[in-house]
């Protein structure tokens, strides 16, 4: 449970505190954008391999492993002379933080009784949660009262809490030579290589402008060739990391598709709300987890009643019932005016956050209900793929979507700002009262006024932009109740690949 908090806290402790770490290190907006990026990377990298290789060496080895690497970098990270030095051990921090997630759910699937397993999956999906909505807090609760050095040093308090927890509490497994005579080092290499870019690409993207941009076309193209020779390579090879068969399974590749949605909304909004607070309201991370920490309470109470209800019923109800309180609460929000602070976002949050528990519990207990052992490693993987590639493209669209539509709706509402005519005059009027005897001369006043009424229209693009943000949220999470019904009653295991064909021991299980 420590993992999977650990592994999400640190993308988004590293978010909220971007401008603070980026202040300290003397670093700019352009270096210091490669940091959530560095640490996303090394992530989705130990994510698709420590599946593969937890089946060969044990899941005990891969874990304590990656809390070693994951631990010597937080200590590390502060004393970092620049902002290179920063990224490379946030790179290695997330190549720690990478192996926990897939390997906590293997964990919770392979050994709790089959009783307990409901509120095994429950609780795992509460601390994903959890974790996603309280960095704003722990920020800046660092920033304001300890430094911001503890944005990293916070992971060392916990880290040998959980290697202890791992050491005692996860079985040895002995290595199987068989399997490591024939590791496929060369597909691993392919799949992170090509994932790793278009990762890099889609984070990068909106900064650099997308395919105006260079990098981001090479990063596409390298991402896109280094994918083909993976699938090239996993076809032909007789002992493949991956089995890419079981994606012949359309009940497997609609929850794939499921997690990818979820993902991208949680991510989304995650955006949406901390943005409008920050530019519109003027918010620092402490005021911006009063808001968040709301989405996060709830998880508590919901543990117990939704594990008892996955057992009862079937999941699929709770899944889709999840994706129309989804798409409810953002549609709440979408009633977003210029005057919204803290509050007003509560109540559609709140909603946001049952109907988020209630989608992902629903989805990784179907998943769960799925895995065929000798397939552990190619789900754990996919899944671990979807869950962070998802929520890339959730925050480059959004980040690409609230810009351009900020830029549509302020050239249409200045089309109605006409010099001196009705509203505008008006408006004018009232700031020159308000500036009365504050400025010198005429010059300046008539100058003030003008920068007034464009900073009103720019709030008021901005919060259309940010309108149409949730709507668009919205939008998927109807298309995920609708996918909702294709999942399977009883979805069928994936078929099995030939003996011969298979690198995997059947002793793992992970998704």
């Known amino acids: 449970m420590l993992g999977s908090m650990i592994a999400t806290l ?17 670093a700019g907006f352009d270096e210091g954008a490669w940091i ?16 593969y290789l937890s089946s060969i060496t044990g899941g005990r080895r891969i874990l304590l492993t ?15 002379h620049n902002i290179h030095g920063y990224i490379a051990t946030q790179f290695f921090a997330g190549l720690g933080t990478g192996t926990f997630i897939p390997l906590t759910i293997m ?62 509490g996860m079985p040895k497994d002995a290595p199987i030579r068989d399997s490591l005579r024939n590791l496929d080092g060369a597909g691993l290499v392919y799949a992170g290589l090509g994932l790793g870019a278009l990762y890099a690409a889609l984070d990068q993207g909106n900064r650099l402008d997308w395919t105006a ?26 002992h493949p990391a991956l089995n890419l068969r079981i994606l012949a399974s359309p009940g ?34 402490l005021d911006i987890g009063a808001v968040l920490i709301w989405i996060a309470a709830p998880q508590i109470f919901l543990v117990l009643p939704l594990a008892v209800l996955i057992q009862r019923i079937d999941p699929r109800w709770t899944l889709g019932s999840g994706a129309v309180l989804i798409a409810v609460a953002c549609l709440m929000a979408a009633k977003l005016t210029g005057a919204w602070a803290t509050a007003d976002f509560l109540p559609s949050q709140i909603l946001q956050a049952v109907g988020q528990s209630l989608a992902l519990t629903s989805l990784v207990a179907l998943v769960a209900r799925t895995v065929r052992p000798e397939q552990a490693a190619t789900i754990g993987a996919f899944m671990q793929t979807s869950r962070l590639l998802g929520g890339e493209v ?22 109605h700002v006409q010099g001196q005519a009705g509203d505008t005059a008006n408006r004018v009027a009232q700031y020159g009262r308000a500036l009365a005897g504050q400025l010198a001369t005429t010059t300046e006043a008539a100058g003030a006024k003008i920068h007034l009424l464009a900073t009103a229209v720019t709030q008021q693009a901005s919060v259309l932009a940010f309108i149409d943000a949730f709507e668009a949220a919205a939008a998927v999470a109807i298309i995920c109740w609708f996918l909702a019904a294709f999942v ?7 078929p099995a690949a030939p003996a011969e064909h298979s690198n995997v021991h059947p002793r793992s299980v992970s998704i």
């Not at 990656?66 to 970092?80: D, Y």
């Open 10 to 26: 640190g993308t988004r402790v590293t978010s909220f505190g971007f401008a603070d770490l980026r202040g300290s290190l003397g």
């Open 252 to 285: 497997l590749i609609v929850m794939f598709a499921l997690l990818a949605g979820f993902r991208f909304i949680i991510l989304s909004t995650a955006y949406v709300i901390p943005s409008y607070l920050q530019m519109l309201q003027n918010y620092r991370a």
């Open 66 to 80: 990656g809390i070693f690497i994951a631990f010597m970098a937080c200590l590390l990270a502060p004393f970092s």
């Open 213 to 238: 941009n260079g990098l981001v076309v090479g990063l596409f193209a390298i991402g896109g060739l280094s994918i083909i020779a993976f699938l090239v390579r996993e076809m032909t090879t007789p």
């Open 394 to 415: 959730g925050v480059a669209f959004m980040q690409t979507f609230v810009r351009q539509r900020e830029q549509i709706h302020s050239n249409l509402l200045g089309l």
């Open 107 to 168: 964990f919770i699937v392979r050994h709790l009784p089959k009783p307990l397993l409901a509120y095994g999956i429950a609780i795992y999906a509460m601390n994903l949660e959890i974790s996603l909505n309280v960095a704003a807090s722990l920020e800046g609760f660092y920033i304001d009262n300890w430094s911001w050095r503890w944005i990293s040093w916070q992971y060392c308090l916990a880290l040998p809490i959980m290697g202890l927890c791992v050491w005692l």
């Open 488 to 494: 399977p009653k009883s979805p069928p295991r994936p």
């Open 36 to 51: 959530t990026t560095s640490f996303g990377l090394g992530q989705l990298i130990s994510g698709i391999a420590c599946p």
